[in-house]
């Protein structure tokens, strides 16, 4: 089943187009991968597409997938350094935010890439996180 194929899924009024000279910030060589996210308080796990964007240094996530330069609607994302910390156990993945959320859970497909997207995050982040 895919992701924009379930009820209610598109009636998200936070969703945001990215403005048209974003495009310029996305890399088609930014990271993406689909998780599950487990609902912030209320309501149900969500699939969504997640790109770690490099050069505008944020973790943001889509409905659908998409590969850079194309239109894509956000549903969210959090800032680099926003990050506080980060841990993965079996494929589940675990980010703690410093503003507006306490933490973000994300579900992989495989414990691989649950370690790898940690790796990826740590290694932007290493500044900070140690």
Known sequence: MSAGSRHGEDANPKAQELPSDASNDLDENDPGMWFVKDAERFGRRKRRWFVLHRATRELA???????????AKRAGSVRLDDITGISSAGPVLEISVAKGRNMFRLVAESEAESAKWAYLIKMETQTRLH
Do not use: G, H, L, M
């Open 61 to 71: 996530y889509y409905k659908s997938a998409f590969i850079p330069p194309a239109k």
